[in-house]
């Protein structure tokens, strides 16, 4: 779909994000929230001029209106000495209740930024006035353009009696897992950032190639000194779930390689698992063929086939679990051979044979 470029002039904060050249590092995150405010997601990398940058989320989850939010970043070396502190405020300067904003720390030196492992954040606030929902995003859409780089445009209204000064957009940017990857925010005129009551005017916000080509989805948030948005826009939805983890299989019974196996076992069993919390689909096979289970949307628990044939004496009985979600395949093959037949019983009653004479 072919966009419309605005006319104005275009001033934003765009993120080199370095990703593609593999440089995500560790994080240590020791204090992941404050009283009120949460941290929801952050990342660390080393852009294209080798600068660490710290991007991030946080949430109000209390019932108090905050500012001034300060995001503290330590950075450690291998050895988990401090290399630096830097320090910075997020994005949008107030942050009502359920309300969420990105900040972008960076580290605008390429010898300590070469230095750095890992990090810690922590996060400090004062409690703030309520500011009166009076801005609204009307309309909004996205496009890459030649050269690859992401574009979120829009208008903003002022819906409100009093003129709105410092008008700022805010967007964030996730993966596919739902964690932000990058962040910018931009006045609606470099010269006058204001909206009359009634007033509409048009936005542009873009990120870099790099940043573009992981981002999946935005939400886009504003604020000025008298009002803040009605709410974010698209409506937040809670990231699509995350499956890092295969099935897992595990306390066969019979045991793996077991011998002496009871004939009169009636069945055989599995635990099944799976960290993620997915559901699973579930296979068992037998051979010799003693019974077959299937189970489809499993959760985590134990599993019993019961055997639809007795066991033969002496027999090696082989048995495959296969262990299926939305991503992955778990496959265990057991085995086990049962008891051998005993002899009969000698007959204390019946009479003995009569020794030959020679």
Same mark, same amino acid.
């Given at each position: 779909?072919? @966009? $419309?470029? *605005?006319?104005?002039? %275009?001033? &934003?904060?765009?993120?080199?994000?370095? /990703?593609? +050249?593999?440089?995500?590092?560790?994080?240590?995150?020791?204090?992941?929230?404050?009283?009120?405010?949460?941290?929801?997601?952050?990342?660390?990398?080393?852009?294209?001029?080798?600068?660490?940058?710290?991007?991030?989320?946080?949430?109000?989850?209390?019932?108090?209106?905050?500012?001034?939010?300060?995001?503290?970043?330590?950075?450690?070396?291998?050895?988990?000495?401090?290399?630096?502190?830097?320090?910075? @405020? $997020?994005? *949008?300067?107030?942050? %009502?209740? &359920?309300?969420?904003?990105?900040?972008? /720390?960076? +580290?605008?030196?390429?010898?300590?930024?070469?230095?750095?492992?890992?990090?810690?954040?922590?996060?400090?606030?004062?409690?703030?006035?309520?500011?009166?929902?009076?801005?609204?995003?009307?309309?909004?859409?996205?496009?890459?353009?030649?050269?690859?780089?992401?574009?979120?445009?829009?208008?903003?209204?002022?819906?409100?009696?009093?003129?709105?000064e410092n008008v700022k957009v805010v967007a964030t940017f996730?993966?596919?897992?739902?964690?932000?990857?990058?962040?910018?925010?931009?006045?609606?005129?470099?010269?006058?950032?204001?909206?009359?009551?009634?007033?509409?005017?048009?936005?542009?916000?873009?990120?870099?190639?790099?940043?573009?080509?992981?981002?999946?989805?935005?939400?886009?948030?504003?604020?000025?000194?008298?009002?803040?948005?009605?709410?974010?826009?698209?409506?937040?939805?809670?990231?699509?779930?995350?499956?890092?983890?295969?099935?897992?299989?595990?306390?066969?019974?019979?045991?793996?390689?077991?011998?002496?196996?009871?004939?009169?076992?009636?069945?055989?069993?599995?635990?099944?698992?799976?960290?993620?919390?997915?559901?699973?689909?579930?296979?068992?096979?037998?051979?010799?063929?003693?019974?077959?289970?299937?189970?489809?949307?499993?959760?985590?628990?134990v599993f019993i086939l019961t055997l639809i044939r007795n066991?033969?004496?002496?027999?090696?009985?082989?048995?495959?679990?296969?262990?299926?979600?939305?991503d992955y395949l778990t496959s265990s093959a057991y085995t086990?051979?049962?008891?051998?037949?005993?002899?009969?019983?000698?007959?204390?009653?019946?009479?003995?044979?009569?020794?030959?004479?020679?």
């Open positions: 779909m072919t @966009m $419309t470029r *605005l006319s104005k002039p %275009l001033i &934003a904060l765009t993120i080199i994000l370095g /990703i593609l +050249l593999g440089s995500i590092n560790t994080q240590v995150i020791p204090q992941a929230s404050a009283a009120g405010i949460s941290l929801v997601s952050d990342m660390g990398y080393l852009d294209q001029a080798h600068n660490y940058h710290v991007v991030g989320e946080v949430k109000n989850v209390g019932t108090t209106t905050y500012q001034f939010i300060t995001i503290t970043v330590n950075f450690y070396d291998v050895n988990n000495q401090l290399v630096t502190t830097r320090f910075g @405020m $997020t994005m *949008l300067d107030i942050l %009502l209740p &359920a309300r969420r904003s990105p900040f972008d /720390i960076s +580290l605008l030196d390429e010898s300590l930024s070469s230095m750095v492992d890992h990090y810690s954040i922590s996060i400090t606030q004062s409690s703030g006035t309520p500011t009166l929902k009076g801005l609204r995003i009307d309309s909004y859409s996205s496009f890459l353009d030649e050269t690859g780089a992401m574009h979120a445009i829009g208008n903003i209204k002022n819906f409100k009696d009093l003129t709105a996730y993966d596919s897992e739902g964690k932000v990857i990058a962040a910018t925010s931009n006045y609606i005129d470099p010269e006058e950032s204001v909206l009359l009551p009634g007033e509409s005017r048009g936005f542009e916000l873009v990120i870099d190639v790099e940043s573009s080509a992981l981002a999946s989805s935005y939400i886009l948030t504003a604020e000025s000194i008298q009002y803040a948005i009605i709410s974010e826009v698209p409506p937040p939805e809670p990231p699509p779930p995350i499956n890092r983890y295969p099935p897992s299989i595990s306390s066969p019974s019979p045991a793996n390689n077991s011998v002496g196996v009871k004939t009169s076992i009636k069945s055989l069993n599995v635990t099944i698992s799976d960290r993620d919390g997915d559901v699973f689909n579930l296979y068992i096979l037998t051979d010799p063929d003693v019974g077959t289970l299937k189970l489809y949307n499993q959760e985590d628990g066991l033969t004496w002496n027999t090696t009985y082989a048995w495959r679990v296969d262990a299926e979600d939305s086990f051979t049962t008891e051998t037949q005993p002899d009969p019983p000698r007959c204390q009653t019946c009479p003995q044979p009569t020794p030959r004479r020679r």
